[in-house]
């Protein structure tokens, strides 16, 4: 299964962007997946994640109540619409994907994605 993120770009601050992660899994919108980003000289870092048979929604608190994370079962894509945009959401997104469903405690850890796609740059100008 390959990962393709998109929908990166150039916005303003307090402006919005809406990425999607899409995979050549015709189920790949019921799986667990997670957004991360890395700015540069900065560590990858969890931004929000979807776990299969989950209602709940994981964000890091940097975002919350600004991103949400969404499955679009028509478009087979998990979406992360980014509101209110800082400066220093500036980075590059990644989604990934794990098979088995992580436990909660495992999903701000990076290490716990087993497929990673190549991500898209957001940049949030001043």
């Known amino acids: 299964v390959q990962l393709q993120a998109s929908g990166g770009g150039l916005v303003q601050a307090g402006g919005s962007l809406r990425l999607s992660c899409a995979a050549s899994?015709?189920?790949?919108?019921?799986?667990?997946v997670a957004w991360f980003r890395q700015a540069p000289g900065k560590e990858r870092e969890f931004v929000a994640a979807?776990?299969?048979?989950?209602?709940?929604?994981y964000y890091d608190d940097s975002v919350k109540g600004r991103f949400t994370i969404s499955r679009d079962m028509a478009k087979n894509t998990v979406d992360l619409q980014m509101n209110s945009l800082k400066p220093e959401d500036t980075a590059i997104y990644y989604c990934?994907?794990?098979?088995?469903?992580?436990?909660?405690?495992?999903?701000?850890?990076?290490?716990?994605?087993?497929?990673w796609g190549r991500g898209t740059q957001v940049t949030v100008s001043s």
């Open positions: 979807v776990r299969r048979g989950d209602t709940s929604r």
């Open positions: 990934a994907r794990k098979e088995n469903r992580p436990i909660s405690s495992a999903i701000r850890h990076a290490g716990t994605w087993t497929t």
């Open positions: 899994s015709h189920t790949f919108s019921l799986v667990n």
